[in-house]
């Protein structure tokens, strides 16, 4: 790796850090830029616009997100039923909301038109998916694909859910 190549790699980190704690919301080019330990001409000569300094940071947060729930799930695959109770028993936890929040918000701005929020938060998730097939026990890559597809569903409806404070009714469907 390169001298520019590792100074990237840490600003990468600490971007991801910075955003994780203050939202997207947070993340115009002069805060982004005191965050990193640097000016924001700097900042640019690392990346060549505020937009991939973004992607380079929801994919790090994603990377992180991915290491986690590998981490935190059974070796070996699981039928679905027990795959989303261990999902939804550490990812809506306080310690993994950050994480969390930040998809919403992408979810959310892919909503409300933003073309570039709505390609990123599709690579997201299908990335998502991928992981999800891998970690299911199907009778078939056809019914692993459906599985996968229900898991990711329910996850991210019970993610919505619990934004609006319906935690109760998650418990309820677990």
Same mark, same amino acid.
């Given at each position: ?25 947070? =993340? ?18 690392? *990346? ?43 990812? *809506? ?16 701005? =892919? ?7 709505? #390609? ?39 993610? *919505? ?8 009714? #998650?418990?309820? =469907?677990?």
């Amino acid at each position: 790796m390169s001298k520019i190549d590792t100074r990237r790699a840490d600003i990468v980190q600490r971007l991801t850090d910075y955003v994780l704690a203050e939202g997207l919301s947070a =993340a115009s080019l002069r805060p982004l830029a005191k965050a990193a330990g640097t000016s924001d001409r700097m900042l640019l000569y690392y *990346f060549k616009d505020k937009s991939e300094i973004i992607t380079a940071v929801l994919g790090e947060i994603s990377a992180r997100l991915v290491a986690l729930m590998t981490d935190r799930t059974a070796p070996q695959p699981l039928p679905l039923d027990e795959l989303r109770r261990q999902l939804a028993g550490f990812l *809506f936890d306080d310690a993994l909301w950050p994480y969390m929040r930040i998809w919403l918000d992408v979810a959310s701005r =892919a909503a409300m038109g933003d073309a570039y929020y709505r #390609n990123v938060g599709e690579q997201i998730g299908r990335g998502f998916l991928e992981w999800g097939k891998m970690q299911l026990a199907s009778d078939s890559d056809a019914q692993r694909d459906i599985d996968a597809a229900r898991l990711f569903v329910s996850i991210e409806g019970m993610l *919505f859910l619990k934004s609006i404070g319906l935690d109760d009714v #998650n418990a309820k =469907a677990l």
